[in-house]
């Protein structure tokens, strides 16, 4: 999803050229480190952060240098509240004037003092004196307006066992969020519950993703089930995959499969587990890392297939198959690894009975394509979907498309370059009807005043990577936005690392269909037509489902109204978010990572000062 400040480099014409195996060019910015500074402390907490980051060598490549430093710091960033949950500190609860806030936490590195300096003398943009912000900002700081107990560690009923009241017809999920009323968790999963023996009793799983605490991760499985085998597909090389291997060493139990990138900036952003049970076999498929930060003030969100009982014995090829063709479209996004290590789990498959799902995989592999293959990643797969599955409605020029999202690429010059052109027309999409709408287009992306007013405050923009150079660069792109946060009080909070995009009735009541994906707002993911439109060229894994009313038995998805508390008697669709979207105001802007934001402090009293 975030190649942005990747994508901030290159030339907008640069999917029609071979640039691939060329650095980016003009590279002078890095992203930012991990700057928030505690108001109310020293910075001492930054320094180890920067110190972290700065502590391991460049990569050869200085493309590489920079996604893989923008990389390691997302994941110091993320990883930092891990420490919370060290047994030696216990569960505790903390002042929100105390400091013990995650920028505070220690450092992985505290070895790396002469970094820890150099680092901590670099030039800092900083638009007032530390000291005076310091004081200012303590004197206006506001009330929490979450309560004291805001950013404990997950309360006692986190983690409460009992099979959780759950939506079984859309099997779509959100995660538990700590610090905010119990209702909002009400029928949500946190990654314990996923991997809870209450699913299935575990023999063994792989977790495909982009991010990974492996040390985490173990403790995430059931204790019983802690020592089976663990397959992590990923797409890190050289040093990253480096310090992967060495994350695991201590569990000998965790085997890698390395996805292969052969297309310049492409990152494995598919989020999936595939759990193989006593009972049977499961797929999620999801949008979180596997890093406690992900797991905790931020809205993720998966779907759960039903448990898949195993065929008799002697069952032909095509048995267990889907109305969606899910397990066909399954094995081929699996086969297109082409990974041995990922083979006994496609023969394992083929032996499943796949054919209750109500879902279409929608998927994205690296390549570039031609004639039928076109259609079988990204967008263009999407398209197809939408056009045979989809139901063409009266007025569908006023049914808005809404694109939700926590990263944004690079997109032209202008929105005729790939938005509007080819983007759109795949969103448009509604049965086999020949009309070329142009409803409504809202994009839903944080705006500055969402993030800081979040459960994580500015920390939460370490995962919302749209950058400057990116976004200086289309700002016509901005005319779409609407805010993450409608709602001052509800669950939107938690910053969405949730990808979802779906057509909705002119009222705001109904859904045409709905897409929940690991997908961003970029070509990278969704992929962009080359060569006079005859290829298209995705250079990211990807993985979601597509949600069409005729799958499941229905006209159209009524928007269910007020989702929280979950209750499992309503058919409608819980739309993670307040519709209609709310526009940005003329004082809005887009959060953008790697900018100061000294003006006013978040809900922890911190600003956001990136080096
Ligand atoms: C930004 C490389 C930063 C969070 C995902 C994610 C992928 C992320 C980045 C990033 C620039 C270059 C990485 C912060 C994410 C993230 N990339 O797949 O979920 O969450």
Redesign the pocket.
């Known amino acids: 999803?975030?190649?942005?400040?990747q994508h901030g480099k290159w030339s907008v014409s640069s999917s029609e050229d071979d640039d691939d195996e060329l650095p980016p060019s003009g590279t002078t910015s890095k992203?930012p480190q991990a700057t928030h500074s505690k108001n109310t402390s020293s910075s001492a907490s930054n320094t180890e952060s920067i110190a972290a980051s700065a502590g391991v060598k460049p990569e050869p490549e200085p493309s590489l240098a920079v996604?893989s430093e923008?990389?390691r710091q997302?994941a110091r960033n993320q990883s930092n509240p891990v420490k919370f949950e060290s047994p030696a500190a216990g569960k505790r609860k903390v002042e929100a004037s105390d400091g013990a806030g995650w920028a505070l936490s220690d450092s992985d590195d505290e070895d790396d003092d002469a970094e820890k300096k150099k680092m901590s003398n670099a030039p800092v943009r900083k638009p007032a004196s530390p000291k005076r912000k310091k004081a200012n900002v303590e004197k206006e700081r506001p009330p929490s307006p979450h309560g004291r107990l805001y950013y404990i560690d997950e309360p006692d009923d986190f983690f409460e066992s009992g099979v959780p009241r759950l939506d079984d017809t859309f099997r779509f999920y959100l995660n538990k969020v700590t610090g905010l009323d119990r209702k909002y968790n009400s029928g949500a999963l946190h990654i314990r519950d996923i991997l809870s023996p209450l699913f299935g009793t575990l023999k063994g799983s792989v977790q495909f993703n982009?991010?990974f605490d492996i040390a985490w991760m173990v403790e995430q499985y059931p204790a019983d089930f802690r020592d089976r085998p663990v397959l992590i597909v990923h797409g890190d090389k050289r040093e990253a995959k480096a310090r992967l291997v060495q994350q695991a060493q201590p569990f000998p139990h965790v085997r890698f499969c390395q996805a292969k990138l052969d297309i310049a900036f492409g990152?494995h952003?598919t989020k999936m587990m595939l759990l193989w049970y006593e009972e049977g076999f499961r797929v999620v498929i999801l949008t979180s890392?596997l890093i406690r930060a992900d797991w905790y003030q931020k809205t993720q969100g998966m779907w759960m297939s039903p448990l898949f009982p195993r065929l008799p014995q002697g069952s032909s090829d095509t048995s267990g198959e889907s109305p969606t063709f899910f397990k066909r479209d399954l094995l081929e996004y699996l086969a297109s690894y082409r990974a041995p290590e990922l083979e006994e789990w496609i023969q394992r498959i083929r032996e499943h009975d796949l054919s209750h799902t109500r879902v279409y995989l929608v998927g994205s592999i690296p390549g570039r394509y031609v004639g039928p293959d076109m259609e079988r990643w990204g967008h263009l797969r999407l398209r197809k979907l939408l056009y045979e599955h989809a139901r063409p409605v009266p007025g569908e020029d006023r049914w808005a498309v809404v694109g939700q999202f926590s990263s944004i690429g690079s997109m032209g010059a202008d929105k005729s370059k790939w938005l509007a052109g080819e983007f759109q027309r795949t969103l448009t999409t509604l049965g086999k009807s020949s009309l070329r709408p142009d409803p409504p287009v809202h994009l839903l992306y944080p705006s500055v005043e969402d993030v800081r007013t979040s459960l994580e405050g500015y920390p939460a923009g370490?995962?919302l990577?749209y950058s400057i150079q990116t976004a200086q660069k289309q700002l016509w792109l901005h005319s779409y936005f609407h805010r993450w946060q409608a709602d001052a009080t509800g669950r939107t909070h938690a910053m969405p690392?949730i990808k979802t995009y779906m057509r909705v009735s002119p009222d705001f009541t109904e859904l045409a269909w709905f897409l929940i994906t690991?997908a961003n707002l970029s070509k990278a993911a969704w992929g962009a037509l080359e060569k006079n439109n005859t290829q298209v060229m995705v250079r990211s894994y990807e993985l979601g489902v597509l949600y069409v009313p005729s799958a499941f038995d229905m006209k159209m998805f009524t928007v269910q109204k007020n989702p929280f508390p979950f209750s499992s008697s309503s058919s409608g669709f819980p739309v993670p978010f307040d519709l209609p979207p709310t526009c940005y105001s003329p004082k809005d802007q887009p959060w953008i990572w790697n900018i100061p934001y000294s003006q006013a402090p978040d809900t922890h009293g911190n600003v956001w000062v990136p080096s």
């Open positions: 999803m975030s190649q942005d400040s992203p996604g923008a990389r997302a982009y991010c990152t952003h890392n370490g995962s990577p690392h690991s």
